[in-house]
């Protein structure tokens, strides 16, 4: 079936650095997501991604669609411990509701 | 508050035991979905549904079943719980198909023995 190859698995880094991670995929989606997940909760969502080459921001959180369709990156800049937690990424089709998750990024953040 | 709600959050039980999850949505959606979160391997569709009496499988479906009989609540059924069904469970619902707009419940931790 279809699959996300998300990088890096794991991140520890010092409060104030900058971070990136991304997702690659053979298949192509109409649709790109990323959530976080904190300890014992859900996923919530950061970013949604609709069209090719589509840059969008959220506070200190930036996200692009790649223009092949089959990537996409989030960033975040000047990284603070409450952005510790695992952030996922997810492919979807307009056509169906399926979303196709990325295994995520663990996201440690030193003090 | 607009919320999805899953019981229970933690559940220890026997191999071939029966079980239910349920989940409740109070937002009136029509889409509601459940995943199950391993390892490594991110989150991966179980079932979906469309709306009432209307549901179809997820990438991962063998050894579950769902039903929805109320647009509210979409109930997970693990007929006969094996071991590697242990895992991390979440319920989520959307306002159609838009994806984007899914919200997660806070997950049910399941351990089979």
């Known amino acids: 079936g279809q699959q996300l190859n998300q990088s890096p698995q794991s991140m520890f880094i010092q409060e104030g650095e900058d971070v990136s991670m991304n997702c690659t995929s053979s298949?192509?989606?109409?649709?790109w997501l990323w959530y976080k997940q904190d300890p014992g909760e859900g996923p919530v969502l950061l970013i949604a991604?609709?069209?090719?080459?589509e840059l969008t921001s959220n506070g200190r959180l930036t996200a692009q669609f790649g223009i092949t369709r089959k990537d996409s990156f989030l960033n975040i800049s000047a990284s603070i411990p409450s952005d510790v937690g695992i952030y996922f990424c997810?492919?979807?089709?307009?056509?169906?509701?399926?979303?196709?998750f990325g295994s995520g990024t663990r996201l440690l953040v030193r003090p | 508050e607009a919320q999805v709600t899953q019981n229970p959050r933690y559940l220890i039980t026997v191999t071939g035991k029966k079980l239910t999850v349920t989940c409740s949505q109070n937002?009136?959606?029509?889409?509601m979905s459940w995943y199950r979160q391993d390892p490594g391997l991110g989150l991966r569709q179980i079932y979906y549904?469309?709306?009432?009496?209307?549901?179809d499988k997820g990438d991962v479906p063998e050894g579950y079943k769902v039903s929805r009989k109320e647009k509210r609540n979409f109930p997970l059924i693990l007929e006969s719980p094996s071991p590697n069904q242990t895992s991390l469970y979440f319920c989520?619902?959307?306002?159609?198909?838009?994806?984007?707009?899914?919200?997660f419940g806070p997950g049910t931790r399941l351990l089979v023995l």
């Open positions: 997810a492919g979807g089709m307009d056509s169906s509701y399926k979303l196709i």
């Open positions: 937002m009136n959606h029509e889409y």
């Open positions: 549904s469309m709306n009432v009496e209307v549901t």
């Open positions: 298949s192509i989606f109409n649709t």
């Open positions: 989520a619902s959307s306002l159609g198909l838009r994806q984007e707009t899914q919200y």
């Open positions: 991604l609709y069209k090719a080459g």
